[in-house]
């Protein structure tokens, strides 16, 4: 599923289980703040209902039975023991409302990632890891904790059609066609900042010219485009390490599937 048009292919049940994994690998990566971050995915159909974590529980404790399906006001479409966290409204119901691509919509408040959305020069193309992202970083400028619906028209402006936002001083987000889309960039966009920050530490950095930037960057999001001769491409590597991953959790964490 690489599109937004496969969306209606997959049943809810599916994007349940699909969001629960993303919650258990956000916590078996070492992503979390305890209960304070949200991961959402927009469910097939008209109304916009979509799914995000039941306020109060642990990511590992998350499942696909019990995560709660909302609608862009943020009311309930179905009875839930749990609340949502506010400020995961205000942030997810603006995104899936104003952008049909971003299907799932992950936050997160890591050390790597609230120091380098601290930094004036933001995220640098230091590592081939970051240079998946070069180009495709928007800023948001912070405004303090996100309980201002106002807040929302200023959070979809600067995050434009861009599938990284920066939330200045206070974290990343991703969005992606689909869960593993989201999960990854996520995943990779850690990296980055980690590397980032441990080579800022290292000594005066030394950065690729732009051109090979932007080429890298095509490598990375655009594997279908046309190739020189002699060029190759990895068009399965994202489908084969979400594959890894799912099998990982059911060694680790098979309970997010009930």
Known sequence: MNDVAGLNAVTEQQLRQELAACYRLIAH??????IFTHISVRLPGPEHHFLINPYGLMFEEITASN?????????AVEPSPYPVNPAGFVIH?????AREDAQC????????GCAVAAL????????QISMEFHGRVAYHDYEGIALDMDEQQRLVRDLGDKSVLMLRNHGLLTVGETV????????YLEKACEIQLAAQAAGKLVLPPAAVCEHTERQFNEPGRPLAEGELSDPDGMALAWAALLRLLDRVSPGYRD
């Open 120 to 127: 004036e020069c933001g995220l640098l193309p230091v590592n």
């Open 105 to 112: 919509v992950l936050h997160t408040h890591t050390k790597a």
């Open 93 to 97: 119901s603006a995104i899936h409302g």
């Open 67 to 75: 995560l709660v399906k909302i609608d862009l006001h943020g009311r």
């Open 180 to 187: 593993s889309q989201a999960f990854l960039r996520m995943y």
């Open 29 to 34: 990566f070492r992503m979390t703040d305890l």
